[in-house]
């Protein structure tokens, strides 16, 4: 499939950059540019806010049944466009074509999800203290025109998680995609666009995104901002918002400690864990990457899942019989040989992978690093990769210790056939989703989210909503 040239989105029409000013788009599994796409100014972003602020108040008044409609008629035309997405989306990120189709396709069901809640956003009638003849309301509006900003791993399924609670709510969006990944979620808001959303209710532009966060986020017309990525940007998003009182969620990075259990299902948690670490290479932000073993347990565990990685196939994404395309970019591939070569200056054995694969396209071999000290990097810093890093425990409480010892709290993974066990890790592990016994299966009607510095809100569920609407109090005495 030719991969296009990509676009602004700003009132409804698809144009060039005002300053005609365009980046590069590479493919990562062989390096050469593949596409364009349209770098935003100053004025491209002028003419998104009004045309965010205009088309607010026209999709705010719409019946909510009226944009249950169309939100589900762009979800229908996900699923039919589901294949070619997922084409484009491969080509510029690199996941094999299974996941990739995989995320526009869920793109649809959250679509469908949040419709279908858009239509039980209630108020309710709150009976007076003071006399019958005072009635008073809770009512839920939404807040407003929304600036989003989306990363590069996910590039569907990060917007539509945004987009589609603001969208059920009654907000209009801009949306800031990752220049990396352009045509992905250009074809994501061109379903919308097709499905008959009316002009200026979503917006969509790329660029500088530092010039395009700092310019968006004080504007008046911004009501609420939404971030997907790292933890330090995050925070300089969210004290910027702050200083305008502007309402923020933000979905921050991630270190997701797994917990082996003595009793744990090995053969189980390494399918597991090991589907989950090595998915779209490593690069999610709820991949699994501090693996904690029961000492009983740990050469098992580690002989199993390096058997696991040598099963994995790794190459171009759009190539039959992939299982992990490339990294996403040439950074990637310096981050994972310094933190395996920081690993192995801290005294941590390569007991598979570790180098990269070749010397065109950004391929890093699936590694497994065991008997790591907690001072090596990889078990402080977010690797980002096809990294899984083992050490050693002795004790349940040992192991929660070190789960809890970072400041990350967005997901974590726990392995053991014992209910005690469970209960205790559910109730003791911080973070924001735990899964025991199982993969990361995320779901449109699941809260999805971090605590700590991995950030605050959610961007599924009904908990998702709220932070779109604005509750207001009206009391009305008959006179």
């Known amino acids: 499939m030719t991969y296009p040239n990509t676009q602004l989105f700003i009132n409804g029409q698809w144009q060039d950059a005002a300053s005609g000013k365009t980046l590069a788009v590479f493919n990562p599994a062989t390096g050469q540019e593949i596409g364009r796409v349209a770098h935003a100014g100053i004025a491209d972003l002028d003419a998104a806010l009004a045309a965010a602020q205009k088309g607010f108040e026209t999709w705010r008044d ?19 466009r589901a294949g070619a997405i997922g084409a484009l989306l491969t080509q510029e990120q690199g996941k094999p074509l299974v996941e990739a189709k995989g995320e526009a396709m869920a793109a649809a069901d959250i679509i469908e999800w949040f419709a279908d809640e858009g239509l039980r956003v209630y108020g309710r009638i709150v009976p007076s203290r003071f006399n019958l003849a005072t009635r008073q309301m809770v009512l839920k509006d939404p807040v407003g025109p929304v600036a989003a900003f989306t990363p590069w791993n996910f590039p569907i399924n990060q917007v539509v998680r945004k987009l589609g609670a603001a969208l059920a709510c009654g907000c209009s969006m801009i949306v800031k995609a990752a220049e990396e990944t352009p045509a992905s979620p250009a074809e994501l808001i061109r379903a919308f666009a097709d499905a008959g959303l009316p002009s200026g209710v979503l917006g969509l532009v790329y660029g500088n995104p530092a010039e395009i966060s700092s310019y968006l986020i004080p ?10 990525g790292s933890t330090p940007v995050g ?3 969210a004290a910027l918002a702050g200083q305008h009182m502007k309402r923020v969620t933000m979905e921050l990075g ?19 864990a090991g589907g989950a670490k ?15 073993v029961h000492e009983s347990i740990q050469n098992e565990f580690a002989a199993a899942l390096v058997t696991y990685t040598q099963g994995l196939k790794v190459g171009d994404g759009a190539a039959e019989g992939t299982t992990m395309g490339p990294l996403a970019n040439p950074r990637r591939l310096t981050a994972m040989a310094e933190f395996t070569q920081d690993a192995l200056k801290a005294g941590a054995t390569v007991a598979a992978g570790g180098a990269r694969i070749g010397e065109v396209g950004n391929f890093w071999q699936p590694t497994v690093l065991t008997d790591v000290p907690l001072s090596a990097k990889v078990f402080n810093d977010e690797p980002f990769g096809p990294m899984a890093a083992i050490r050693p425990f ?37 973070v924001g989703m735990l899964w025991v016994n199982m993969p990361a299966l995320p779901s449109a009607e699941m809260p999805f989210g971090g605590i700590k510095d991995s950030g605050y809100g959610s961007e ?6 709220d ?9 009305i005495m008959n006179v």
């Open 62 to 80: 719409l019946p909510a049944i009226e944009r249950n409609k169309i939100m589900r008629k762009a979800a229908a035309l996900m699923r039919e």
């Open 219 to 228: 504007h008046p017309v911004i009501r609420k901002i939404t971030f997907t």
């Open 235 to 237: 925070k300089q998003l």
């Open 254 to 272: 991630g270190h997701a400690p797994v917990i082996v259990a003595e009793d744990a299902d090995v053969a189980l948690a390494v399918k597991a």
């Open 278 to 292: 090595f998915r779209n290479a490593g690069q999610v932000c709820i991949s699994p990457t501090r693996f904690l």
């Open 394 to 430: 002795n004790t349940l409480d040992e192991a929660i210790a070190e789960a809890n010892r970072l400041p990350f709290g967005l997901a974590g993974y726990a392995f053991t056939k014992s209910l005690k066990n469970a209960d205790l890790l559910a109730r003791k592990v911080e």
């Open 460 to 465: 599924g569920g009904p908990e998702a909503m």
């Open 467 to 475: 932070a779109y609407l604005n509750a207001r109090s009206v009391a």
